[in-house]
């Protein structure tokens, strides 16, 4: 498994050892005493999956103390482009965007800590899979608009297909000016 560091303390990509032979492959998606030696420690309460078609941009979601969630994901099957937004008070790199292409036939997972809004686009067909751990909040729900223009996301989506609750999602200034959060 190799761990590489994204510049953001605490988000890292993991692309883990894929053993293949003629009967096809195998990896070890995920193995407690694996990621505790590479300083990622986090116990997992809930798992999700979704699908969703080409085009579908999903989030930026997140959930608020005392759920706030930390989050390892991947895509089971195509490719989506992961994206994440430093929200942690205090943070040196608070509201920096980072993008991650996550490719089923890569493997790879980013490890999102507690603090970040996450959304994704659907470059192909996929199924997108997530630990978390915390449990899903309805209260604790906030998240920001997919095209807040501070941020400026380049989605690599033409007509992004997005739900009604995303669609009116506080920008990032909404957010700190209601104090939802703070720099």
Not at 106 to 116: A, I, Q, S, T, Y
Not at 127 to 141: P, Q
Not at 144 to 150: A, G, L
Not at 154 to 164: A, F, L, R, T, Y
Request: hydrophobic letters at 35%.
């Amino acid at each position: 498994m190799e761990v590489k560091q994204t510049g953001i303390e605490g988000l890292v990509e993991i692309i883990p050892s894929v053993y293949h032979d003629n009967r096809g492959w195998f990896y070890e998606f995920y193995k407690e005493d694996t990621f505790s030696k590479a300083g990622i420690h986090y116990k997992f309460l809930q798992e999700n999956r979704s699908f969703s078609k080409k085009g579908v941009v999903r989030g930026l979601h997140m959930q608020l103390p005392p759920y706030a969630q930390a989050k390892l994901v991947t895509a089971l099957s195509g490719k989506v482009l992961d994206v994440v937004v430093d929200l942690r008070k205090g943070s040196q790199t608070f509201a920096q965007v980072y993008y991650c292409l996550l490719e089923a036939e890569k493997c790879n997972m980013l490890m999102v800590p507690e603090g970040f809004a996450h959304g994704f686009a659907a470059l192909e067909d996929s199924v997108f899979f997530y630990k978390c751990s915390n449990v899903y909040n309805k209260e604790s729900e906030n998240g920001i608009r997919w095209n807040d223009p501070q941020l400026n996301i380049n989605w690599q989506v033409e007509n992004p297909n997005i739900s009604d609750k995303d669609q009116v999602l506080p920008t990032l200034e909404e957010l700190l000016r209601n104090s939802v959060i703070s720099r």
